[in-house]
């Protein structure tokens, strides 16, 4: 097994820490990237200057995208990150508490590939990530 990337796009440090050891725990070999809003998520995949041969480096298998952020929100991350032909093939979790429904039907209308609520309860918190962790990293399979 080969390591794999997961970019988490988090504010909350508490929820980053409970999902990085839940990917832990679930021993999945895995380097995750932190960025702890859209702002930073956005200079992740569009940074300034940079030459867009460069980029294929820094695509993970996986974006794990909180969708209420200050600075910028999920919705406009995962706008930008499904309008650019470079990044609209990567697969994005949004990883939120919100059920409203209309944030669901937003997400989804943006490209969102699939919409998961944290659990509150730390053990089905882990068991979820973990789950997220396995299926998008080892069970998807995608072409490059």
Not at 67 to 88: F, H, I
Not at 120 to 144: A, P, R
Request: proline residues 4%.
């Amino acid at each position: 097994m080969t390591e794999t990337e997961i970019l988490l796009v988090e504010d909350n440090a508490a929820d980053a820490r409970l999902t990085a050891i839940a990917l832990e725990d679930a021993q999945l070999k895995h380097k995750i990237v932190l960025v702890r809003d859209g702002s930073e998520a956005l200079d992740y995949f569009f940074p300034a200057g940079e030459q867009t041969s460069d980029m294929a480096v820094r695509l993970p298998k996986v974006v794990f995208l909180d969708l209420k952020m200050p600075k910028v929100n999920g919705n406009e991350v995962l706008a930008r990150l499904k309008q650019d032909e470079r990044t609209r093939k990567i697969p994005v979790v949004m990883f939120t508490s919100s059920q409203e429904p209309r944030d669901i039907k937003e997400c989804y209308a943006l490209g969102a590939n699939s919409y998961i609520v944290k659990p509150v309860d730390f053990d089905e918190f882990s068991k979820v990530v973990s789950n997220m962790g396995h299926y998008w990293t080892l069970d998807n399979l995608t072409i490059d």
